[in-house]
């Protein structure tokens, strides 16, 4: 109490301080630590102690309000204190006292009797004998001075120390510092969606002039800048930030990649020293004292996280934190992007028609759960939600050279319910085709067919699509799951077929998903352009069905059966079908059946690409995985019944064996046999050449359903394996 | 007070455009500039190939419109676009070693659509290229035989193609069309990506490949008959051969020779895709057999 007079009589000289201002803000801590230790006997009532302990901390403060006259005081008092004192006379008595707590003592200098009550410590007496009137009364809190002001250090703080006292005080500046942050629909705030190179700027406003430090934390570092790229120079160029060109993100020949922060401060943002001190990626603090101050962010990747935090330091005093106002609701810091539900995804995209997707991204960061269409039942595609959001770089044109300048990339924010599949192919017109698969994979009940997307060779690495978070991760990040596994991309080229083939997919299973797709899908171009337009064959229309083919396949597709006859003999009591089979002859000079022996008046015929019941040419006309340009078909009245091997030799005595049949061949209609470029089927029910009746019908039902058997997603499922059907009876 | 609210609303409708505009034209300026006319271009399919000499080059040239609407026209009847193209050096120093000749004619590829609809599925060969929304898709083969390649000092090429119309030309464009660099790297000494890789080989097949497509089959028949020596179990060696016969109307032998390539496949046990080039190769022969 007797302190706060000084300070009263301090203000005698008030008049001749003209740098004090009205309104002084005085914060401090006064610290008393005591020990003492007094081994043997000792008097007691002398007051001493064998062992003596003082530890007590009072923080304040006061303000303190005065005219220019000086008349005024104090208009608020605050204290807040943690004590502790104990006194131990060996075989006597102990006692300890406690006490913590914070009390407003009002305007005005003085301390009420109830003040005192509230600033006593509790203490505890421990007597081992016949003793009294040691340790009486109570121990009491005694709020600290301030000092008279031409005391203070540059007109802002003053400290003293001696063994066992440590005293400081300072003016606080008393700043409100503001970030205010609007949320409304069309604010810069919601509005903003992460691009490389797109920035977005905070300001903080304060009630006086003041230094400002702006800090980014918890910064997102995902490795590249969309799901399927790594920074390469021309990432700078494209996107305007040629100055950052072996700065950021770094990799090395033979070194680990160093993944810089996806949101930084800019450097050539903050290069001015008279206006800017010491920037880094993640923090800049102005150089001079102003009543605002405002930061840009710059994104470097299109999924970003981080938050922004500011502080702010008046003429005296330390960093203290900016106060921030997000939709008019106070946090400690605020969202790069807005991401209310802090699922690493900036709110605006969210929602549908978000101005940027039509789709939106709702929900579970790691869900990969896309749903059309809807192919064998296995939802999704191989990429989370999240890999969808942050986007691929895609070839944005689909022309010739559309992959020659980095310049004409296309980033491409997909769609989580719809499977996607990326394709490579650097064959600009099996490129133009490789689409047609969205409209065969388009069922009448499905809302979207699989999402096609051309990328370049860049945009992957070996077949790995979505390499970036697979090789350098992280797979989580902050509890949300951001890689599920590796996708696949399918590699589409043009390539000489030595079989006779126009095109081929090989894999474990000869199918896909793309993972199990050995190598490339290739097309022989050369082959179906060196048919030339002849009758029922158009080379473009062929050339599309064998892309939408060989793809089909490499999303799990198999043929619609699989017992089709290549080359065999049917045995038969009547001429050879004309047109559709030859004699044994055409196999070489003399050829004949050496066994079994045939039956007086039989005869074998050479017959061969015979389409049978329910094998590869069967069901529905239009899906492209029927096949075409046959030679005969079986009769479905008296179809061909296999008799096991047939061995034949020739005029050399050369041996040979070819499976032989009983039954009946028809010619097949090529003229009626159009390639499919619709959708895949989904039903056996034949149609076209396999929907006529009797005689006329060539293949009937499919075997398989290719709708059904569709799989884009690469990992989490159960191997994919096609239905079984019949295979090769010819023994 | 009319007017001035009159002016203030013509003057943010102008403002607002100007955004717009300034959007509109602010995103493609990130990314490159376009040409009108794309050029693309592939030698033995890849980008870069090393082969020994005296196995053919085939050149294939994808060429493109960036701006369809109105239709970009290059060439016409008598003046067809592909004269106005070329191959050179894309190294100043050098010239070309070589003379190329057009393989084939060169052909546009249709915009198809499902079966439902499926447009004009024919293949356009005609002289006028017409880059437009439909068919924007013009490829010309540029090929150099195997003799020719024979002659050319070993060493590393790099070869661009080039579409240079005058004015005065056919059509409503003319103009300069650069396409990216290919590197041909001939010499004795080629890299072997697999332990099945045969040079030799490959040059072989490669040139009864092209002298198929050059139509000079006799080259391609005497070839194809030392392939057959030297692989006589192979699909191939027997579709090849096929392919010779049938090109000189040998049309009995062409149909052993393939009937002997569909024995291999039904024997060694079924390809899992059909061999639809045989098959229409075969229907081929013996539709001639049969008219005789």
Known sequence: ?731 | MYKAIIRITLFTLVAAAAYKDFNAWKLPALAAKVPDILLSLQVNREREVSLLPGTPLVFTVFMSGSKTDPPLRIGGSGDPWYVYLRLESADDKKQIPFTWSLLGKPRALPRLGSSDDLGDAELYAGDEAILEKERNSYTAELGVAPEETAKIPEGRYTIRAVLEVPSGALGNWSGRAVSNPVVVSLGKRVKKTTPEDDPELSRLIESIDFYLRAERFEDAYRLALELKERQPKKVQSYILLGDALNGLKRDREALEAYMKALYIIATKGKQYEPPTYLIMRMDEVKQRLEER
């Open chain 1, 1 to 731: 109490m007797c302190g706060l007079l000084a300070v009263v009589f301090a203000l005698s000289a008030y008049a001749q301080q003209s740098s004090r201002p009205s309104r002084i803000v005085w914060v401090g801590t006064e610290e008393f630590r005591e020990v003492s230790i007094n081994p043997g006997r000792i008097n007691p009532a002398s007051g001493d102690a064998n062992e003596y302990y003082k530890s007590i901390r009072i923080k304040f403060r006061y303000v303190e309000e005065r005219d220019l006259e000086g008349n005024g005081g104090f208009t608020s008092r605050h204290v807040e204190w943690t004590a502790r004192e104990s006194h131990i006379v060996h075989g006597f008595i102990s006692r300890v006292c406690r006490g913590n707590g914070s009390l407003e003592l009002g305007p005005g200098d003085s301390i009420t009797d109830e003040h005192y009550n509230q600033m006593q410590m509790t203490c505890q007496v421990e007597k081992h004998g016949a003793i009294w009137g040691y340790f009486s009364g109570h121990q009491v809190i005694d709020p600290p001075d301030v000092v008279e002001w031409d005391k203070l250090r540059d007109d802002c703080s003053y400290s003293e120390e001696q063994p066992g006292y440590r005293y400081s005080v300072w003016v606080s500046p008393e700043i409100d510092a503001v970030m205010e942050v609007k949320t409304g629909r069309d604010s810069e705030y919601r509005q903003f969606v992460p691009e490389p190179g797109k920035q977005i700027t905070y300001t903080v406003r304060s009630n006086v002039p003041a230094r400002f430090r702006f800090k980014l934390e918890e910064v997102s570092r995902f490795p590249g800048f969309a799901t399927n790229v790594q920074i390469k120079p021309y990432f700078f160029q494209i996107y305007g930030l040629d100055h950052l060109e072996g700065k950021y993100e770094v990799k090395e020949w033979g070194e680990p990649l160093k993944v810089d922060p996806d949101l930084i401060l800019d450097p050539r943002l903050y290069e001015d020293r008279t206006e800017w001190e010491q920037p880094t990626y993640e923090t800049v603090t102005t150089a001079k004292e102003a009543g605002s101050a405002s930061v840009t962010i710059t994104a470097m990747d299109f999924a970003v996280y981080g938050r922004l935090k500011a502080e702010v330091k008046g003429k005296c005093g330390g960093w203290e934190p900016v106060r921030v106002l997000v939709g008019g609701q106070e946090k400690d810091f605020v969202t790069i992007p807005m991401d209310e539900n802090d699922n690493l995804i900036a709110d605006r995209m969210e929602e549908p028609e978000n101005g940027v997707t039509e789709w939106g991204y709702g929900n579970d960061t790691g869900r990969d759960d896309d749903r059309y269409p809807e192919g064998d039942g296995t939802p999704g595609d191989g990429l989370t939600a999240f890999e969808e959001y942050r986007g691929f770089m895609t070839q944005g044109v689909n022309f010739a050279g559309g992959c020659d300048d980095r310049g004409y990339d296309l980033h491409m924010r997909t769609d989580p319910t719809r499977k996607d599949l990326f394709i490579h192919s650097p064959d600009p017109e099996l490129a133009q085709l490789a689409f047609l698969l969205e409209n065969s994979t388009k069922q009448a009940g499905d809302a979207k067919g699989i999402g096609v997307h051309l990328i370049c060779e860049p945009h992957s690495v070996g077949r790995s699509l979505n390499y970036t978070l697979r090789l350098w991760g992280p797979k989580e990040w902050r509890g949300k799951t951001l890689f599920g596994g590796e996708q696949h991309l399918l590699n589409l080229i043009d390539g000489q077929l030595p079989d006779g083939t126009m095109g081929e997919t090989r894999g474990t299973t000869g199918l896909g998903p793309p993972k199990d797709v050995w190598g490339d899908v290739k097309i022989d171009k050369n082959k179906i352009f060196s048919m030339g337009d002849r009758p029922y064959f158009s080379a473009p229309l062929e050339l599309a069905r064998t892309v939408v083919h060989e793809l089909g396949h490499a999303v799990g597709i198999d043929h619609h059966g699989d017992n089709n006859v290549y080359l065999a003999l049917l045995i038969t009591d009547k001429p050879c079908p004309e047109g559709i089979s030859d004699p044994l002859e055409i196999l070489g000079d003399g050829v004949s059946v050496t066994s079994p022996t045939l039956s007086a008046g039989e005869e074998a015929c050479v017959i061969f690409n015979v389409a049978r019941r329910h094998a590869q040419n069967s069901g529905n006309q239009e899906c492209p995985m029927k096949y075409t340009y046959w030679n005969a078909y079986e009769s479905p009245s008296s179809p061909l019944q296999p008799m096991g091997d047939i061995k034949v030799t020739d005029s050399q005595r050369r041996h040979a064996t070819l499976k032989g049949y009983r039954g009946e061949i028809h010619k097949y209609r090529r003229d009626l046999d159009t390639p499919g470029l619709g959708p895949f089927c989904d039903k056996t029910a034949g149609t076209g050449i396999n929907g006529y009746p009797g005689e006329a019908n060539h293949a009937g039902d499919s075997c398989r359903v290719c709708a059904g058997q569709i799989r884009v997603k690469d990992w989490d499922s159960s191997p994919h394996t096609p239905p079984a059907c019949p295979g090769d009876s010819g023994d």
